[in-house]
């Protein structure tokens, strides 16, 4: 799509030419309007496409059907999946700061890396192929120099479509895999850094050449020239970036996120002037902002954003949060393993977003949301502040639901799942899933420094403590591979510090919690009871109508950006002396005429899309004092300490990674030697390794995944 973009662009910019015209819609906006904007829209209706008419999203559908086991064995599904595997460490072996790369990873890095030489050099040889009369070592320096400035907004425009938290436009080209937020997040940090190494290489270049040429003070004081004024805009926009980049270090993004997350908006500052400074740049970035203000509404269509919630303390340290799904809002609220929400607690922040992974499964509890959180700074403070033992109702807001929906993980014949502390709240829905679809095998390595951070999660562990639930499984599972379910716990006080103390019970098959096994008709029976009530409103519908909406009120709104120009002539705005101008006049030409397309873009973009949620969220919303009534209160218990010491066995090292999963892929590369390709299930003879926890925790077990040449994959949001 963009590359289709990028030729027809070079070819009608650097062979025929074209300038910014005002008060009519031209040849060229039809242009940028049909190649940018059309694109996006587009895959995002086919996205939702094959799930009109059903109540649940169709990812969603997919990913919790007793068929995904099989969805994920097909042959076009694992070279998908397969394509985005890590399999190379490079410098992520030494450092948290890099990734580990797959064959996804390298082949979409190549074509980025293309992109930016085309937008970069493309002209500069078009432009030297149409005039070669002109070529001179100081001509062309400059033309490497402006165009650096367009590759550098390119990549610009692709940090936004990076950043999309439920994105459609990946999924859908490149596999759900590709989807996942935190490999979006690594190309929008890279992207980030390409675009200001680039735009600081155009400003250093002029800045140099005006100085050699002495006309430093003429070309960038705005009282002193037109390009003065305009070069001046280039700097505002560069600043904003600079401080975008600067907050954005690790280091510095970890000390203070506050900082940087609000130091992140100055993006608005940074597009807006620089759209001053070379009016062409608008065209690049339109598409993806739009689809931008499309992800931060869709949401808002999923689930109900202004709901109650009840926090009940599990521990000293650990809350429970439960987030009723209102009947209305029950098959676009669906959720699958890895999914994750971002929640908003008025009475704690009336701004502070915070995103959290759902440790509920959805067919045993369908009608409410479940997250597990940790007292470790001000906002989780002050919501434990706010629970009680018995559960305090409050209002919260919430926005979501997002995650890729990967099934990767049940094509292996051997789960192996690594849980550090809360952590394992991400896990517990995968697990679940697996054990519900297949018969392979699990095992699971729980890491916590305190009997806080095992004793919340009660469904988990009674049914490891009770063998007896997994029926006949556990003695053909112990008698292969016993000892290889762990945990980490406590001393002999309730909450007293275990530093390298863990536990070992339980048994590596699958494990099926007493939930699911009790609940797990009646819960169907919920789903489907719940969802009639809202198949007058499937949600790919929602989302289609959405997309219209949204995507035609941008067109809508540029075109009336292009026409509608006020006070602006031709002979004022474009004279010698127009950076004179002050006031109103001043604001006309110098702002209005720049911002306009793009600014009532977006604006009408985001204006239609709320008053479209608006209206859907009126029609099937009941008020929010009944929100909770509909909520099945879930037992919210945390695990006796007395009933742990008699389950568990106590064992009191560090768990060796490299010895669990060694002896986890020494099975795997056996049974592969000793049979077919495939297991006797249908299963790959191969071990899937999920982690959520600490980053070297997770990264360690990256490492020795990838060096026994088996499958690691992160869940949905970890960064």
Not at 51 to 73: M, Q, R
Not at 192 to 214: Q, R, V
Not at 550 to 556: Q, S
Not at 602 to 627: D, E, H, Q, Y
């Amino acid at each position: 799509m963009f590359g289709f973009t990028l030729s027809v662009y070079l070819g009608i910019t650097f062979r025929t030419g074209w300038s910014m015209t005002y008060g009519i819609i031209d040849r060229y906006d039809m242009y940028f309007l049909s190649m940018i904007v059309a694109p996006i829209f587009v895959v995002i209706v086919l996205s939702f496409a094959s799930g009109v008419g059903a109540p649940v999203d169709a990812n969603v559908a997919e990913a919790l059907a007793p068929e995904s086991a099989k969805t994920a064995k097909t042959a076009l599904g694992r070279l998908m999946a397969g394509v985005w595997i890590p399999r190379w460490q490079g410098l992520a072996k030494y450092t948290v700061l890099f990734s580990s790369w797959s064959q996804g990873d390298v082949v979409l890095v190549s074509l980025l890396v293309l992109s930016n030489l085309l937008w970069w050099f493309g002209p500069v040889v078009a432009k030297t192929m149409q005039n070669p009369s002109q070529f001179t070592f100081k001509r062309v320096m400059n033309r490497i120099g402006a165009f650096s400035a367009f590759a550098g907004m390119w990549d610009a425009a692709l940090t936004l479509i990076f950043v999309i938290r439920e994105n459609q436009v990946t999924k859908s080209v490149l596999g759900k895999d590709a989807g996942q937020y935190h490999r979006g997040i690594k190309y929008h940090i890279g992207l980030g850094y390409a675009s200001f190494a680039l735009f600081t290489y155009h400003g250093c270049h002029y800045l140099i050449t005006y100085a050699i040429d002495g006309i430093f003070q003429n070309r960038l004081f705005p009282w002193m020239s037109n390009n003065g004024f305009v070069n001046f805009t280039g700097i505002v926009s560069y600043l904003a970036l600079l401080a975008m980049i600067v907050s954005s270090i690790f280091k510095v993004r970890r000390s203070n996120y506050r900082i940087f997350y609000w130091t992140h908006q100055l993006y608005v500052v940074f597009l807006l002037f620089a759209f001053i400074h070379s009016y062409d740049n608008w065209y690049v970035v339109i598409g993806p902002l739009v689809y931008f203000v499309f992800d931060r509404i869709l949401p808002r269509l999923k689930t109900k954003r202004n709901t109650s919630a009840v926090i009940t303390r599990v521990s000293s340290t650990v809350v429970r949060i439960d987030v009723p799904i209102t009947a209305a809002y029950a098959g676009s609220s669906a959720y699958a393993p890895g999914d994750w929400l971002n929640i908003l607690v008025p009475s704690v922040s009336a701004v502070n977003w915070h995103p959290f992974s759902i440790a509920s499964y959805h067919p045993a509890s369908p009608n409410h949301f479940t997250f597990f959180v940790k007292e470790r700074g001000l906002w989780t403070k002050g919501v434990y502040d706010l629970a009680s033992k018995d559960g305090t109702t409050v209002p919260v807001k919430i926005d979501g639901v997002f995650g890729s929906r990967s099934t990767e993980y049940l094509a292996h014949s051997h789960l192996v799942l690594v849980g550090g502390g809360t952590g394992i709240a991400a896990l517990i829905p995968y697990m679940q899933h697996y054990a519900r679809v297949t018969k392979g095998r699990i095992t699971l390595v729980w890491i916590a420094r305190t009997a806080d951070e095992v004793l919340p999660y009660k469904t988990l562990l009674e049914s490891l403590a009770d063998s007896s639930r997994l029926g006949n499984r556990v003695e053909s599972a112990v008698a292969r591979h016993s000892s290889t379910t762990r945990f980490a716990a406590g001393d002999d006080e309730d909450s007293a510090e275990l530093t390298d103390k863990t536990v070992k019970g339980g048994s590596s098959t699958s494990l099926v919690t007493s939930l699911m096994a009790a609940g797990s008709d009646t819960a169907s029976e919920t789903s489907r009871e719940r969802a009639t009530a809202t198949r007058h409103q499937p949600f790919a519908f929602l989302g289609i109508t959405l997309a219209l909406v949204v995507f035609g009120a941008a067109v809508g709104g540029y075109c009336f950006g292009r026409v509608y120009q006020p006070y602006y002539t031709a002979a004022k705005c474009r004279a010698r002396t127009a950076y004179t101008l002050s006031g109103m006049d001043s604001f006309w030409c110098w702002y209005y005429y720049y911002w306009a397309p793009t600014v009532f873009a977006v604006a009408a973009a985001a204006a239609a899309g709320l008053v479209c949620t608006g209206i859907v969220s009126f029609m099937r919303s009941k008020p929010l004092a009944n929100a909770a009534d509909e909520m099945n209160a879930p037992d919210t218990a945390a695990f006796s300490m007395d009933e742990f010491r008699a389950s568990f066995t106590w064992k009191t090292e560090r768990p060796d990674f490299e010895s669990i999963l060694g002896l986890a892929f020494g099975d795997a590369d056996t049974a592969k030697l000793a049979s077919s390709s495939s297991s006797s299930n249908g299963l790959s003879h191969t071990v899937a390794v999920m982690a959520a926890g600490p980053e070297r925790m997770v990264r360690d077990v990256e490492r020795l995944t990838i060096d026994a040449r088996h499958v690691f994959l992160r869940e949905s949001f970890k960064v």
